[in-house]
C-alpha cells in the first residue's frame, strides 16, 4: 500500500505541514529556524514513503541521513488518523 492509494489528491503539502509541525515537537524548537538546526534544510524536507499504519495512528521513519545527520538517528513522527482525516480517502 502507498500513501497515493489511501490519501487524497494533493495531499503532498498539508501532510508536509503535519510532520513539519511533528518535527519541531520531536526536537522541542519553537520555529523553522531553530529547526534547521537539527535537520540538513526544512526546504528538502518531504514525506517520507517508509510508513507504519497503527491501529490509531500513522508513523512517518526518517533513517539516519534522511533528513537530518547520523548522530541524530532514526527519526520516527507519530501522527494521529484523526489529524489526517480530511487528507485520507
Do not use: Q, S
Given at each position: 500500500v502507498t500513501?497515493?492509494?489511501i490519501m487524497k489528491e494533493g495531499y503532498e503539502e498539508p501532510l508536509l505541514e503535519i510532520i513539519t509541525a511533528e518535527l519541531m515537537k520531536f526536537f522541542n524548537v519553537s520555529n523553522i529556524e531553530e529547526l534547521d538546526n537539527f535537520i540538513f534544510d526544512h526546504?528538502?524536507?518531504y514525506v517520507s514513503k517508509n510508513?507504519?499504519?497503527?491501529k490509531d495512528k500513522m508513523?512517518?521513519?526518517y533513517n539516519k541521513?534522511?533528513?537530518a545527520p547520523y548522530a541524530i538517528g532514526e527519526i520516527a513522527l507519530d501522527i494521529d488518523y484523526?489529524?489526517?482525516k480530511d487528507l485520507m480517502k
Open positions: 500513501l497515493g492509494e526546504n528538502d524536507l510508513i507504519e499504519m497503527g508513523t512517518f521513519i541521513y534522511d533528513i484523526d489529524r489526517l
